[in-house]
């Protein structure tokens, strides 16, 4: 009881605040229409076109704010590649090929820079120490998965050579344990595997990456890498109810597993992917401020970093086709319609950092905090992947 008081003091204090300090504008409106998400999608398009600089490297940190500036030395390449995904979905589903150069010049990048062998016919993303305040040159496995996302369609334009794509798909193998599970880190410089992490996202990023990697190299030990990844995820969150951490990534897996042609699912283990998946949603989608009128409706109560209900939403999408529950599904497209509009509403809309996704829906009020309205570069990736994925959803439907 004490708990529900307070998150209700807490929404007035929000909407009071907000009206107050310079939103009024933004419970204007709450639905959006495919021409206004057309609109933002290409202002993102643009973001993601002027903020990749000339040598293919990312503008990783702005803000929206153009007088407050940030350096470039640090870095998380597995943000740059998972930034080649977006960029690529504009091509794959929208038929949108504006970033094209832009993204073939920031694959070349990656590719230059932290793609290496660091086994015999084994290749990964390393990470750099002095970009990331490590104390050893690192591969991450998450790094190899979203690469393998940013960089397999490379193969059909003739920019990269089968033997790496194939390299990093040997990381992944050689980095998962018998019962599917995976050793998130490689020290590169010891030449050893890093037990001790644990990462939520690594083993989704990485099955999704292995079935980008089949599309264009189709064998079997990469398909059942990733089924091998999704099933442990399903078994060894059954328990954790509502509790269980969102995983974005092993949605967007799953969905992509379910439509490779020979996945070798049986009805069984479809059976433990789908609860899985349901699982995830029915963990978020009470959380969604659904009141009308109301100014932050579409974001969460807990939570309104627009980065966040982001990676939420491209999880929701993959939901939406993963799941054989009608009544699920029309659930899910609503939270979707209404997190749709709400990110709109707080992408940054005119000046120098137009289509820019910052941190959180705090950042146009007045006097908010600097870290309110830092854009960092995967802001606007996930956004801008929950958009495109989320239109070709409703394309789908009609």
Known sequence: MKNTVIVAISTLVLIVVSYFLGCRSASAAVTVGSENLDKAINLAINYLSKNTMQDGRFVYNASADPNIKYGNAQYNVLRHAGTLY?????????????????????????????????????????????EEGLKTEQAKLGGTGLALIGLSNLYTEGKIDLEILRGLGEFALFMQNEDGSFVAKYDVTK????????????????????????????????????????????????????????????????????????????????????????????????????????????????????????????????????TDDVQLKQRVYNFLKRGTAFLSRYQVKEGAMQGGIPTTAYWCLTNSLESTKVIRIDNVQHVISAWITFVELENSLK
């Open 86 to 130: 977006s960029m690529y979905l504009c091509e794959r589903v929208l038929k949108n090929y504006t970033l094209k150069e832009k993204r073939l010049l920031a694959s070349e990048y990656l590719l230059k820079n932290y793609v290496r062998e660091i086994k015999p016919n084994v290749y990964a993303v390393v990470s750099k120490p002095e």
């Open 191 to 322: 030449g050893k595997k890093d037990t001790e992490f644990e990462s939520l996202y690594y083993p989704g990023e990485v099955a999704y990456g292995l079935l980008f990697l089949n599309e264009v190299d189709p064998q079997k030990k990469w398909v059942d890498c990733a089924k091998k990844a999704l099933m442990y995820l399903a078994y060894s969150r059954k328990d954790s109810g509502l509790k269980v951490p969102f995983d974005h990534w092993a949605m967007l897996a799953t969905r992509k597993l379910f439509e490779t042609p020979n996945n070798g699912l049986t009805a069984v283990e479809k059976i433990w992917l789908q609860r899985h998946a349901e699982q995830m949603a029915y963990s978020k989608i009470n959380t969604q401020i659904v009141d009308d009128g109301h100014v932050y409706q579409g974001g969460l109560f807990d939570n309104l970093r627009l980065c966040s209900l982001g990676t939420i939403m491209e999880g929701f999408v993959a939901i939406y086709y993963i």
